[in-house]
């Protein structure tokens, strides 16, 4: 089945692409391992950075308004890995360049939704997922909020769905499209929603291949030792693990790149869209 043109912008895409968008973003990243991982390192990094601000509640608040611009910087490192370049850690701040002030205020907008669904799940859980997130308060494993609090994170992954579909492309369309901050989530939650096949069979794919595929072979490790995992077994997966996360980074990019047809200039250059 081929991609069918919706409009100049979006293609509809058929649910098969959406397993590939995995195994695309590996491809970026073996295109500059170890610029990725220090790129995701910085990230990390930076954010614990924030996280120390000494006045309460004003680290959480940074971090989250700059989530929107600094997935954007993942975007560009994956465009530039697919043109073949090599990324580097001072990209890491190329995605709130990009039209600063509107990452901003998508930043401002997602901390908004942020702190909506926090107090829709309070109805529910009885403000534990909100005292988690806000204090770092952790309930009993065996008293009655941690059952509220498995409530919560229930209702709150299904409220932060629409979020996600919100501002998936929302950050590269306001960057490289120029568009406006309403007209980029617009345009980013019905683009997501028309290709809701590719992204549920990437969804399965992100399943399979970021917890459940870690889980059985942890599980397998235990079982083969007899319930004692050496520390050196357990070094062989790190790197393993250490890879995953640019990869689903770099798979981001390949979404919308399939689905915004932005395929690198170079025809050789890592798995330009096909039209299947």
């Known amino acids: 089945m081929s991609e069918t043109p919706i409009t100049p912008q979006t293609r509809l895409l058929h649910a098969g692409r959406g397993w590939r968008w995995l195994a695309a973003g590996w491809a970026l990243f073996r295109v500059s391992p170890i610029g990725w991982l220090a790129l995701v390192f910085g990230y990390y990094l930076l954010m614990s950075l924030i996280g120390l601000i000494p006045i309460p509640f004003l680290g959480m608040v ?3 308004v700059l989530v929107p611009g600094l997935s954007m910087s993942f975007m560009v490192a ?3 890995a ?3 370049e090599a990324v ?3 990209l890491l701040f190329s995605g709130l360049r990009a039209q600063t002030q509107k990452q901003l205020q998508l ?3 997602y901390f908004v939704a942020l702190m909506v669904l926090m107090a829709l799940t309070a ?4 403000g534990a997922l ?3 997130f806000l204090e770092g308060k952790r309930p009993l494993p065996a008293g009655p909020e941690a059952q509220q609090l498995v409530s919560g994170l ?3 992954a299904l409220l932060y769905t629409p979020i996600m579909l919100l501002f998936w492309f929302a950050p590269a369309l306001v960057a490289w499209h120029a568009m406006s901050v309403p007209k980029a989530l617009f345009f980013s939650f019905f683009a997501c929603i028309m290709n809701w096949r590719a992204f549920l069979t990437y969804g399965l794919a992100c399943l399979l291949v970021l917890f459940l595929l870690p889980l059985a072979v942890l599980l397998s490790i235990v079982l083969i030792t007899g319930g004692r995992v050496q520390p050196e077994v357990m070094g062989l997966m790190f790197p393993f693990l250490l890879s995953l996360l640019p990869t689903l980074f770099a798979s981001f990019y390949v979404s919308y790149r399939d689905i915004f047809d932005d395929s690198p200039p170079n025809p050789a250059s890592v798995d330009t869209p096909s039209t299947d």
Do not use: C
Request: hydrophobic share 50%; no cysteine.
């Open 130 to 132: 909100m005292q988690l």
């Open 107 to 109: 930043g401002v907008i």
């Open 123 to 126: 109805l529910s859980d009885q």
């Open 82 to 84: 697919a043109r073949g």
């Open 62 to 64: 940074i971090a989250m």
């Open 78 to 80: 994956s465009r530039q």
């Open 88 to 90: 580097r850690v001072p």
């Open 154 to 156: 229930g209702l709150a």
